[in-house]
């Protein structure tokens, strides 16, 4: 293994999984803290998903220090904490108190850290954060109802956060490439400095920190600055060129979509599959009772599975989802929702579904924890942000694509099947 990361949310480990996968690098994420138990993959990159973002700063460190120790048992040369590019986090934590903790536990010293991942139009200048062309705290991240960014400047920020000191790595500096971006970094380590905020607004910048990382212990950002560590092991004759990275075995069985997003996306996404594929929908209104929701989905799919692919959606436009949470509570009703989802899912791998989408972030967390995935596979991308993985844990192994909400274009059901037989 090349490079161990420890992601501190579930779509965000995927993220960085699909950045390295593109660039050459085989790639597996497990799911949760890998006990003792769990066998080393033969691969070149192993991303920890952790949901460490919001939980208290304590656990989040002892969870991140435990996934650590793994990676190291598991021979890692590089490590790779990774966070949100936009920097989502409390006052008190958790990026400051976790990266902390790594440094200590690798004895380091020094980290950079650069959320910038220009492609999705985040990017940091002077230590200012940007997202989608306003500052962080001017971009609608000041509402987040978990992590308010309320403040762009990343170094204050961080300072807030960490017990050492914060130096950045000015845009002039970074323009002129690895060399200049290397010695920077030198110099605030040995001024005693534990961390450089460093500046980069487009993928070449990226690429170039990456390089001037190449001997640092540990790398800590968005997905956006791993782009440049495939090549430095690369470079060092560690990684060859050869090898298909997003190659996946075939899985014979079924195919079948689960929703539980209501973004805009997934919906336009569902309109389209109406078209060509049986669709159920499960009404949470009208019986709001997560066990007979999912029965009656299986009933409708049991003569169906193995045909098309099958679809059962909880997806609902805003009114309605409106009135069920009116009516149980917000919380109530996306636990009521995803715990049937989840259900659903499990019925259909247990009549034959081996291959299965899953659109919505809170409703992929959900449906891998039900089916008791442990680890996946990353494979080749269906649409941006969104491979299929194969899965294994308690279950028997599976194609799995998890979707975020937003993510992929208004015929991704189709497209997700017809590219496993290209
Ligand atoms: P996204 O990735 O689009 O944010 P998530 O799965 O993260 O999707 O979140 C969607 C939430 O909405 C889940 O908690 C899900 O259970 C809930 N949900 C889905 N359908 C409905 C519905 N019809 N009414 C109320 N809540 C719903």
Known sequence: MLLGAIADDFTGATDLCSMLVRGGMRTVQLIGVPGPDVPVPDVDAVVVALKSRTIPAGQAVEESLAALKWLQAAGARQYFFKYCSTFDSTER??????????????????????????????????????????????????????????????????????????????????NQGAQAIRDAMTQLKERGRRYAIVDAITDEHLIAIGE???????????????????????????????????????????SAVVAGSCSRATLAQLGFARNHLPVFEIDALATPDAAALSEAALAWASDKIGGKPVVIAASAPPEKVAALQASLGREQAGALVEDAVARIAEGLVARGVRKLVVAGGETSGSVVGRLGVRSLRIGGEIDPGVPWTLASGRGPDLMLALKSGNFGATDFFLKAFRVLEA
């Open 93 to 174: 934590g958790n990026i400051g108190p976790v990266a902390d903790a790594l440094v200590n536990a690798l004895d380091c010293g020094f980290a950079l850290a650069c959320p910038a991942f220009p492609t999705n139009a985040r990017t940091v200048y002077l230590g200012y954060l940007f997202a989608g062309g306003s500052l962080l705290n001017e971009s609608g991240m000041e509402n987040h109802p978990l992590t308010p960014m309320t403040d762009a400047n990343l170094v204050r920020v961080l300072s807030r956060q960490t017990e050492g000191t914060v130096g950045l790595v000015p845009f002039v500096t970074v």
């Open 212 to 254: 001037a990382a190449a001997n640092h212990a540990m790398i800590t950002g968005g997905s956006g600055v791993a782009m440049g560590l495939p090549a430095n092991f690369r470079r060092q004759g560690l990684l060859s060129d050869a090898a298909d990275p997003g190659a996946l075995p075939m899985v014979a069985g079924a």
